[in-house]
Nanobody, 117 residues
Framework: QVQLMESGGGLVQPGGSLRLSCAAS????????MGWYRQAPGKQREMVAV????????NYADSVKGRFTISRDNANDTVYLQMNSLKPEDTAVYYC??????????WGQGTQVTVSS
């Protein structure tokens, strides 16, 4: 199994920045995909940014391209989401996600990001 622990959410003004962290533990070597989803009130959960380990591919939602950057520290089994130029519409609960052993999904507990003046 894989366990995920997020940190780094909070309140920020429009145009500001935040960095989210997600530390993975457990069966790290079985992880195929790892990244971030978000869910705003009244909306479906959506993909924000993910690493696909086979091929080293990263995918971003169109709404965050050029503003958000996903990165990882393999030594510490941690994935980061650097969020710049934040907008009110980025307000959501952000969840760390991992697919492992190709068929199992793990989710973090979620961290709130609020963009407001």
């Amino acid at each position: 199994q894989v366990q995920l622990m997020e940190s780094g959410g909070g309140l920020v003004q429009p145009g500001g920045s935040l960095r989210l962290s997600c530390a993975a533990s457990g069966s790290i070597l079985s992880i195929n995909v790892m990244g971030w989803y978000r869910q705003a009130p009244g909306k479906q959960r959506e993909m924000v940014a993910v690493f696909i380990n086979s091929g080293g591919v990263t995918n971003y939602a169109d709404s965050v391209k050029g503003r958000f950057t996903i990165s990882r520290d393999n030594a510490n089994d941690t994935v980061y989401l650097q969020m710049n130029s934040l907008k009110p519409e980025d307000t959501a609960v952000y969840y760390c996600f991992a697919r492992y052993s190709r068929i199992y999904d793990a989710w973090g507990q979620g961290t709130q990001v609020t963009v407001s003046s």
